[in-house]
């Protein structure tokens, strides 16, 4: 960085196209719990979520969360830039920034995110599939 500025103010002029910095490795924590009515758990970083969620628990998400199975219970995102994502929601509520999405039911992939004032359901109902014929 020295180097950088000590050319800036010699020659006056530089074509400059950026730098490059160490990346950390993009990292999800995997968790595989089932929770239970009146157990509650708390996501502090983005999270890939193996159990099921049964009615009376809660989950408080500071990060993003990713649900492969099924979510009954209540899930709480503790800051509007979270994103709640699953696919079997089962009477579920999802609470961000203090309003409330009551008896979330859908068996799509779907994203749940707090935009605009309000909460943002976007269901993925139409799945590609990959066709393969049997060439003999």
């Known amino acids: 960085m020295e180097q950088f500025l000590f050319l800036l103010t010699n ?10 910095l160490p990346q950390q490795p993009h990292h999800i924590h995997m968790r595989k719990e089932q929770l239970h009515n009146g157990e509650e758990i708390f996501i502090d970083q983005e ?4 159990g099921i969620v049964n009615p009376g628990s809660y989950v408080y ?12 219970g209540t899930i709480i995102a503790m800051n509007e830039d979270v994103k709640i994502f699953g696919h079997d929601f089962q009477n ?20 749940v995110y707090y935009k605009d004032n309000q909460i943002i359901l976007a269901k993925e109902e139409k799945y590609v599939s990959n ?3 049997y060439v003999g």
């Not at 998400?61 to 492969?68: G, H, K, M, W």
């Open 11 to 20: 020659k006056e002029r530089i074509l400059f196209d950026g730098m490059t």
């Open 47 to 50: 999270t890939l979520f193996l």
């Open 61 to 72: 998400c500071y990060q993003n969360v990713y649900f492969l199975n099924t979510v009954k």
């Open 92 to 111: 579920a509520q999802i609470i961000i920034n203090q309003q409330t999405l009551h008896d979330l039911t859908t068996s799509a992939l779907t994203s």
């Open 131 to 133: 066709y393969c014929d």
